[in-house]
């Protein structure tokens, strides 16, 4: 279209589009607002597997996003393979980050494959993909090929490294990103080998970044009409995530260590064993330190000249840390917990999944919830641990079976008919 048009009409084709995606902005906003769960009503394509992308999505869909999840032929997410331990025929890892979704299984490779992302991509609100950089263009489904059908698409990508530089077409994985980022450089025992955690945390923290970003993206879309990409990666999650770590090389010079359970610069605080597990303590103030040896009746440490503050505890800290340890070790986990209760310092056992599970305040939190999955009978799955006064936060479907909602959902938003269905079918570009 000219900038004139017939008639005399100077107004361009951009200037007409601006106005009604501001319209269609103030809609959202009523829209998004009315409803009790805060994402009521937002759409997201969900093209990722494996971890930080399915728990960013999972977390959107907590809050009531419908979520689609685009599975690859028979195959699906790599991680319904990942076990044992499996609940029917899907594993327990896959059920842990992929409840309220939906499943289609589609051949991205194909171009029937291609259009019906298309189509569905011009329905949604939120993209999320996880590929390779370069991969999704190839497939003519990148962010500037979407962005032209629907400018309104909030476009997350999930990296390893960064979606350009040195390290870009490599594959990215937690404990390889944790690697490269510092993470395992810092933990592991003080005179040991490195370690990695004990549950993908970098993964962890790349979803919860990417959620974040998807929700400011949102915000930001109420205001001017417009959807934006969105680029994530697990290396600079990772580098972030050194925080005071971070700031104490670049500001003083200062390489990090290995501490075990200890803190660099805070003594006591550790894991002590007892005499029947460990115990985790933190004397993270004088006023507290003086309670902690009053309690484990060791008032004189309290008043030794070389403990009397933090900086000498550091600096003296071998020796603290065997007075202590000595003492703590002459009692159980039970006895430590009477005699800790309704201090001012911070304690608290080192428990198995068991304990966990078992724990009072774990209980009262209600982080095991249960819903019904179709062949695996009920589950019980670790809930949201953020609640809301005004907005949903729950679990209303189960994880999905593979490709268990292909059929109803092109039938329903895209208007396929059964034969058309099944003509895909048979060719191979969904199952």
Not at 190 to 197: L, Y
Not at 337 to 349: I, K, M, V
Request: hydrophobic residues 35%; neutral net charge.
């Amino acid at each position: 279209m000219d900038s004139k048009q017939a008639g005399g009409q100077t107004e361009t084709s951009t200037e007409t589009l601006e106005k009604i995606f501001l319209r269609k902005a103030l809609i959202l906003c009523v829209k998004y607002s009315s409803s009790s769960d805060a994402l009521s009503g937002v759409k997201v394509l969900d093209l990722t597997r494996v971890l930080a992308g399915p728990y960013c999505t999972q977390i959107l869909g907590d809050l009531g996003a419908d979520i689609l999840k685009v599975e690859r032929i028979k195959v699906g997410d790599d991680t319904r393979s990942w076990g044992p331990p499996f609940v029917g025929n899907t594993s327990c890892y896959f059920i842990s980050i992929n409840r309220n979704k939906k499943s289609i299984c589609i051949d991205l490779k194909s171009q029937s494959g291609m259009e019906i992302i298309q189509q569905l991509a011009t329905q949604s609100d939120i993209l999320v993909e996880n590929y390779l950089p370069g991969k999704m263009e190839e497939y003519g489904l990148g962010y500037e090929n979407l962005k032209k059908i629907n400018p309104q698409l909030i476009y997350c990508s999930i990296t390893g490294y960064g979606s350009s530089g040195p390290y870009a077409s490599r594959p990215g994985y937690d404990v390889i990103a944790s690697s490269i980022g510092g993470l395992m450089y810092v933990t592991g025992p003080e005179d040991g080998d490195p370690c990695k955690t004990g549950v993908a945390l970098t993964d962890l923290a790349t979803g919860l970044y990417a959620h974040g970003a998807i929700m400011a993206a949102l915000f930001q879309r109420q205001k001017t009409g417009y959807g934006q990409r969105i680029c994530a990666n697990l290396l600079s999650t990772q580098v972030a995530c050194l925080v005071n770590l971070g700031s104490n090389y670049l500001m003083a010079g200062q390489e990090a260590n290995r501490w075990g359970t200890a803190h660099e610069s805070i003594v006591p605080y550790q894991a002590f064993a007892t005499s029947d597990g460990y115990m985790t303590i933190g004397g993270t103030n004088d006023r507290q330190f003086r309670e902690l040896c009053s309690r484990i009746n060791r008032s004189y440490l309290s008043s030794d000249p070389k403990y009397l503050t933090n900086a000498l505890r550091v600096e003296h800290r071998r020796e603290l840390v065997e007075e202590l340890g000595k003492t703590l070790s002459t009692k159980t986990n039970a006895e430590w917990l009477e005699l800790f209760r309704d201090a001012h310092f911070s304690y608290g056992p080192i428990n198995s999944l068991t304990e966990v599970f078992a724990d009072p305040q774990v209980q009262h939190n209600e982080m095991v919830q249960e819903i019904d999955h179709p062949s695996a009978g009920t589950l019980k799955l670790v809930g949201p641990p953020v609640k809301f006064s005004g907005t949903g936060n729950r679990i209303r479907l189960p994880p999905p079976e593979l490709g268990q909602h292909t059929e109803s959902v092109l039938q329903e938003r895209l208007g396929y008919s059964l034969a058309q269905i099944q003509q895909l079918r048979d060719r191979g570009v969904i199952n």
